[in-house]
C-alpha cells in the first residue's frame, strides 16, 4: 500500500540508447513535469532535457553515491514529490543505476511506475535474428580468460542464447576466446544501435575474430551468442528429429517447447529442433 503524498510517485523513464526521436511521448511529458530528474550523468540528461525543451532540477545518482542519496529522494517522494529516474541510455536498473532506488521505494510503500521504452538488450536480439523464446541477459562481458571460459561452458549447458554488452576495446578477445571454445558458434555484434553508424555483424566465432583482427570495432557493442550447435546434422539424424517434431506437434506443443523436449532427450540441437518445429508449424497452416 502506498503511503507516499497524493502526488508522490518514482517514475523509472527509459531513455533513448542513441537516437533521441525515440523516446516515447510518455517519457518525455514525465521528465517535462518531473519535480526532480535523478540521473547518472546531468550533463548527458540535461543535453535530453535540452532537445525536448524543457529545464528540470537534476541530481546525480550514479553507482558512487547512489546510497547516500536514496534516504533524500525517498523522504521527497513521502512528502508528494514527483521525482523521475533516468540513466545515460535505455533503462534504469538494467546493468546502470537506480535498482536500489526503486527497492527502497517499494520497501518504503511509495509509488513507483515504470515508462517502457528503448534497450539495447531487446534490440539486439531482435536485429540479430538470434531465437528468442528465451534467452540469458549476461550483463557486462567478463574480462578475465578463466571467467570467459565459465561463461561459455555455462552457456553450452543452458543452450539459450546469451546478450551481452562490451568495449570496442575488448570484444575481438572475447570473440576470439569464443572462437577457439567452438569456432562454428554463431555470434551478432550490434554496434551503435539506432545511431548514424549503427551496423549488424552475423557470422560464425571464428570469421568474426578474423574480421575484428582486420578491422577493430568502434562505438558501443551489444553482443549475443547463439547456444552451442550440438548436432553436426548428418540426414540420418536429420529424419530422426524431423520425425520427433513431427510427434511432439501432434501432441500439441509450442516450437519452443518441441525444441526443449528434444534437446532434453538428446534428439538433437535445441536451435535446430527450432527450426524443425516452425517449419512443420508453417506447413501445417498453409
Known sequence: ?????????????????????????????????????????????????????TKRPLISLHAHNEAARIPDLVARIAVGGRIALVTDAGMPGVSDPGARLVSAAHDGGLRVEVLPGPSAVTAAIAVSGAPADRFVFAGFMPRRAGERTALFEDLD????????????????????????????????????????????????????????????ARGEITIVIWPRANDPNPVGDDVRLDAAIRVLVDAGLGPGQCADVAAALGIGARNRAYRSALAEAKRRNT
Do not use: Y
Request: charged letters at 25%.
Open 157 to 216: 549447458r543452458i543452450g539459450w542464447p546469451v546478450v551481452g554488452f562490451e568495449s570496442p576495446q575488448r570484444v575481438a578477445g572475447l570473440v576470439g576466446a569464443l572462437a577457439a571454445h567452438d569456432p562454428e558458434r554463431r555470434v551478432a555484434i550490434c554496434r551503435e544501435i539506432s545511431k548514424l553508424h549503427e551496423e549488424t555483424l552475423v557470422d560464425r566465432a571464428e570469421a568474426l575474430a578474423e574480421r575484428l583482427t582486420a578491422a577493430p
Open 1 to 53: 500500500m502506498s503511503t507516499s503524498g497524493p502526488d508522490g510517485c518514482l517514475s523509472v523513464v527509459a531513455t533513448p540508447i542513441g537516437n533521441l526521436g525515440d523516446i516515447s511521448p510518455r517519457a518525455a511529458e514525465t521528465l517535462r513535469t518531473a519535480d526532480l530528474v535523478a540521473c547518472e550523468d546531468t550533463r548527458r540528461t540535461g543535453l535530453l532535457l535540452q532537445s525536448l525543451g
